[in-house]
């Protein structure tokens, strides 16, 4: 099925959790469900091995075998987003991978690497694009490379959106400005930062909440696109308390915090891998189980 890649990263991009069992392996087939239900609620996208997935905790057979089962799960519904990264070797042998499982578009993660120059990033970019021929999504999590150089980035051929994942949204105005007008500017910080990167001219945003509760997560969506903020500024405070509970720890408990509301609302996923904490400590689950029992999410 063709998909309107544009279209869909404009709504919501869901970042898939990868499921493990206790003893730390990978758990494809329990993603399924949350695939299902994330569908059923009109998640746009999905995307397999984004930092949701705990991508950086994968080897890369097991980033391969779960773009492959996400794949399989999603069965063209809606489009599907690889995850790639690491070194140029691994990103590209990830790239071709998704391209034979079927994904409908990369997302290259920002390369991590203390010695990636700006310009070597516009090769790291080149090199995985012509690995696979897909449609790139860049995602960028540090904008201290500056505005020429995301500028140089979204030249690259192929590449159609990215994903803004810094909290400076002027900066964003300004890539924005410098860059071709039909790239997709996609919120790469959720829910919360989606309101003040929608007003500087952003669409859609990412969401590790589609995991547990979409249906907020469309309906956030669906007031921001329709410009009354004061409503999606209302529901976002409402599930503000998950997103709180996430940024503990510097950031440590994100996936912490999905794992253990799937696991709390009757969908175990699993633990998390190091260096991501697990478990929760007991303020913190009191936190999220007081935010689940508030709205009575099931699974």
């Known amino acids: 099925?063709?998909?309107?890649?544009?279209?869909?990263?404009s709504g919501i991009s869901g970042i898939l959790v990868t499921p493990m069992q206790e003893d730390g392996s990978i758990d494809p087939d329990r993603q399924k469900p949350v695939v299902d239900k994330a569908i059923a609620?009109?998640?746009?996208v999905l995307t397999a091995n984004g930092n949701t997935g705990e991508f950086y905790s994968l080897s890369v057979e097991e980033a391969e075998e779960m773009c492959l089962a996400a794949a399989r799960h999603v069965g063209g519904r809606v489009p599907l987003v690889a995850?790639?990264?690491?070194?140029?070797?691994?990103?590209?042998?990830?790239?071709?991978s998704a391209q034979d499982a079927g994904a409908d578009a990369l997302m290259i993660h920002q390369p991590p690497d203390p010695f990636a120059a700006?310009?070597?990033?516009?090769?790291?970019?080149?090199?995985?694009?012509?690995?696979?021929?897909?449609?790139?999504?860049?995602?960028?999590?540090?904008?201290?490379?500056g505005t020429q150089a995301i500028a140089d980035l979204c030249a690259v051929p192929g590449v159609v959106g990215v994903k803004w994942?810094?909290?400076?949204?002027?900066?964003?105005?300004?890539?924005?400005?410098?860059?071709?007008?039909?790239?997709?500017w996609v919120g790469g910080l959720a829910e919360v930062w989606a309101?003040?990167?929608?007003a500087v001219g952003a669409r859609g945003f990412t969401s590790g909440l589609i995991n547990v509760w979409p249906e907020r997560s469309v309906a956030i969506h669906a007031a921001l696109d329709?410009?009354?903020?004061?409503?999606a500024q209302t529901l976002i405070a409402e599930m503000k308390p998950f997103e709180d509970v996430r940024a503990q720890e510097l950031n440590g408990t994100n996936v912490t915090g999905v794992k253990a509301a799937l696991r709390a609302i009757g969908h175990d996923c699993g633990p998390t891998r190091p260096p991501s904490a697990w478990p929760l400590t007991a303020a913190q689950q009191d936190m999220l189980e007081s935010f689940i029992t508030r709205h009575g999410i099931t699974f």
């Open 165 to 184: 994942a810094t909290p400076n949204p002027m900066k964003l105005a300004e890539a924005m400005a410098a860059s071709d007008p039909g790239i997709v």
């Open 1 to 9: 099925m063709a998909h309107d890649l544009t279209k869909a990263l």
């Open 83 to 96: 995850g790639v990264g690491r070194s140029v070797v691994d990103a590209c042998r990830l790239a071709r």
């Open 118 to 145: 700006p310009r070597g990033l516009v090769g790291y970019v080149r090199a995985v694009t012509e690995a696979s021929g897909l449609p790139i999504v860049l995602y960028l999590r540090n904008d201290a490379i």
């Open 195 to 198: 309101p003040p990167f929608y």
């Open 226 to 231: 329709a410009g009354d903020y004061p409503k």
């Open 41 to 44: 609620a009109g998640v746009h």
